[in-house]
């Protein structure tokens, strides 16, 4: 991802610009959960939550119009035995 802003903003110099159409994403271990967010939640009128934060395994799809606009995905990583099912 880093590279692709490099290029853009190498292009955007040389007077070509490159379109920004990559979905955002990251993610990131908080202790014994991992959370994976996609898109841009950022205007969101119906947030539809799906699991429960508080079983630490859920997502939270963020809609805008109906259309899902960003997702925030948490869960604990699996053990051996979980990765293996």
């Not at 991992?34 to 079983?55: C, E, W």
Request: hydrophobic fraction near 40%; include cysteine; charged fraction near 15%.
């Amino acid at each position: 991802m880093h590279s692709s802003r490099a290029a853009s903003a190498a292009l955007s110099l040389l007077g070509t610009p490159l379109a920004h159409d990559k979905v955002p994403w990251f993610w990131s271990d908080q202790y014994d959960l991992k959370i994976i967010i996609v898109g841009l939640n950022h205007g969101y009128d119906t947030l539809v939550m799906r699991g429960a934060p508080g079983a630490r395994s859920f997502s939270a799809c963020y809609l805008l119009n109906g259309e899902l606009i960003a997702i925030a995905h948490g869960q604990q990583p699996q053990g051996p035995d979980g990765a293996r099912s």
